[in-house]
């Protein structure tokens, strides 16, 4: 599906018929990517960079188990619909941070290559059935150019925080901050200041999943960071708490080899982490952990029990976002993505599930 309409209809959908009154704290703080009516650049400052519209075409996934297509509960997961995407834009693919407007519908992603794509998930009912409005755009560094013109990619993690974005760079263990309401996916990055130990990340196992906490809830104003597989000396996986009130280094417990590879936070004050591993004899798995948030702190180690695991014999590939948002009735839907690597024996998966409590 293809529209022309793009950023100007995303920013206008997503102001339509919001009250932010009306919205819990978690809904409030995602409903990022609302540049003012006018903006603040002008077109011709931006030209190199400019967003470029692309197709991207979608394959309904009918089942979530391979092997009995009536199998829709897993854990405390309900599978609703899933979709294969593919794209003739050789820059599309990579996915490793989503993050959905109060609706469900209009996306931020972001690829590891250092790119942006927003546009619109299409339904059916409850089900997927295409993107559209999709664009593609370079995520911008300090000097407004491209990020990858400084050697900066493996762009991981994506958090909202009202109109500011944020994006972690696992390679160079950097976290930059995008203020969309100055340009939209032309906003320059500016860097966020981490403890001296983030840079001490592995460079390919380092920040992997950022969760801004917005107001109402522990730990208000705080950026959560958490790397992929940095182990501090009794082997948990290192994460941040960056501003705030309580800035520190905690700890999350490593069980079964399973790295971080995204977390999602719930407006009831749950921290979804989502984790991925590979062997090559048992092939890949994911799970998703559930973790109070009232339980982090400066020096804590949290644990907290699966709620959702998946292996070969699931519609799964190397799935690297989570995000959550509530439906009307009630319902909190789950929404996934996986990176192919760009890799022809890969897939770029979205997939969505309920999260029955």
């Known amino acids: 599906m293809r529209s022309t309409l793009s950023r100007r209809r995303f920013l206008k959908d997503v102001a339509a018929g919001l009250s932010a009154a009306a919205l819990p704290a978690l809904v409030r703080a995602e409903t990022a990517t609302q540049p003012p009516p006018k903006p603040a650049y002008k077109p011709s400052e931006y030209s190199v960079t400019a967003p470029v519209s692309i197709e991207v075409k979608a394959r309904p996934l009918p089942s979530f188990d391979t092997r009995d297509g009536s199998h829709v509960r897993f854990g405390a997961l309900e599978y609703r619909s899933g979709l294969i995407l593919t794209s003739s834009f050789s820059g599309f693919g990579g996915l490793s941070g989503l993050r959905l407007d109060p609706k469900g519908e209009r996306f931020i992603a972001i690829s590891d290559k250092g790119s942006w794509f927003t546009g619109r998930i299409v339904y059916r009912g409850r089900e997927m059935v295409g993107l559209d409005d999709v664009e593609a755009a370079p995520l911008l560094g300090p000097d407004g150019k491209p990020i990858i013109t400084r050697g900066w990619y493996d762009s991981e993690s994506l958090a909202l925080d009202g109109s500011f974005?944020?994006?972690?760079?696992?390679?160079?263990?950097?976290?930059?901050?995008?203020?969309?309401?100055?340009?939209?996916?032309?906003?320059?990055?500016?860097?966020?200041?981490?403890?001296?130990?983030?840079?001490?990340?592995?460079?390919?196992?380092?920040?992997?999943?950022?969760?801004?906490?917005?107001?109402?809830?522990?730990?208000?104003?705080?950026?959560?960071?958490?790397?992929?597989?940095?182990?501090?000396?009794?082997?948990?996986?290192?994460?941040?708490?960056?501003?705030?009130?309580?800035p520190g280094q905690f700890g999350i417990r490593r069980t079964e080899n399973f790295d971080i590879s995204d977390a999602v936070l719930l407006p009831?004050?749950?921290?979804?982490?989502?984790?991925?591993?590979?062997?090559?004899?048992?092939?890949?798995?994911?799970?998703?952990?559930?973790?109070?948030?009232?339980?982090?702190?400066?020096?804590?180690?949290?644990?907290?029990?699966?709620?959702?695991?998946?292996?070969?014999?699931?519609?799964?590939?190397?799935?690297?976002?989570?995000?959550?948002?509530?439906?009307?009735?009630?319902?909190?839907?789950?929404?996934?993505?996986?990176?192919?690597?760009?890799?022809?024996?890969?897939?770029?998966?979205?997939?969505?599930?309920?999260?029955?409590?």
């Not at 696992?170 to 100055?182: A, P, T, W």
């Not at 990340?201 to 958490?226: D, H, Q, R, W, Y």
């Not at 959702?308 to 909190?332: C, Q, R, W, Y």
């Not at 760009?342 to 770029?348: A, E, G, P, T, V």
């Open 268 to 357: 009831s004050g749950d921290l979804l982490i989502l984790e991925r591993k590979f062997s090559w004899i048992g092939g890949i798995g994911i799970r998703i952990r559930r973790l109070a948030l009232s339980q982090i702190a400066p020096g804590a180690v949290v644990d907290g029990p699966s709620i959702f695991n998946a292996d070969l014999s699931n519609e799964i590939d190397n799935m690297e976002g989570i995000d959550a948002h509530v439906k009307p009735e009630g319902d909190t839907v789950l929404t996934m993505v996986s990176d192919d690597n760009f890799s022809l024996i890969q897939r770029n998966l979205l997939l969505q599930f309920t999260l029955v409590e």
């Open 165 to 246: 974005v944020y994006v972690g760079l696992e390679r160079v263990n950097q976290v930059l901050r995008y203020d969309f309401s100055k340009g939209f996916t032309r906003a320059p990055g500016e860097v966020v200041p981490l403890p001296p130990a983030a840079r001490k990340l592995p460079s390919n196992k380092g920040l992997e999943a950022l969760v801004f906490v917005p107001k109402g809830l522990p730990l208000a104003g705080t950026l959560i960071a958490m790397s992929e597989r940095g182990l501090d000396a009794a082997g948990n996986l290192i994460a941040f708490l960056v501003g705030g009130k309580t």
